[in-house]
């Protein structure tokens, strides 16, 4: 079974900073990118930041609304990514989810995405 498993959520002052970081686990042969989506409650979930994996080019892609802000990583040891939030703004609270997409199986299962279970940012006085 391929899964994304997330962390690093928390409690910050507007201005402060947090990093998530998404690890992907399940005997995966090739995963074409990772990224993350974030939801606010009565909104729709966006696309916060994506990162190339399968090309082995690093390309990023950076929502405008945290452009400046955020960036998004990846280890190549590892099938990880990471996202840094500085400056952040009350606005950004949201629950954060890492996401996968493109993953084949060792065994030629082919899974067209996979969602982590979500971790909740808050940004608060």
């Known amino acids: 079974q391929v899964q994304v498993l997330e962390s690093g959520g928390g409690l910050v002052q507007p201005g402060g900073s947090l990093r998530l970081s998404c690890a992907a686990s399940g005997n995966i042969r090739r995963l074409s990118s990772m990224g993350w989506f974030r939801q606010a409650p009565g909104k729709q979930r966006e696309l916060v930041a994506s990162i190339d994996v399968a090309s082995g080019s690093g390309s990023t892609y950076i929502a405008d609304s945290v452009k400046g802000r955020f960036t998004i990583s990846r280890d190549n040891a590892k099938i990880a990514v990471y996202l840094q939030m500085n400056s952040l703004k009350p606005e950004d609270t949201a629950v954060y989810f890492c996401?996968?997409?493109?993953?084949?199986?060792?065994?030629?299962?082919?899974?067209?995405?996979?969602w982590g279970q979500g971790t909740t940012v808050t940004v608060s006085s």
């Open positions: 996401h996968g997409d493109g993953v084949w199986h060792l065994s030629g299962q082919y899974y067209r995405e996979v």
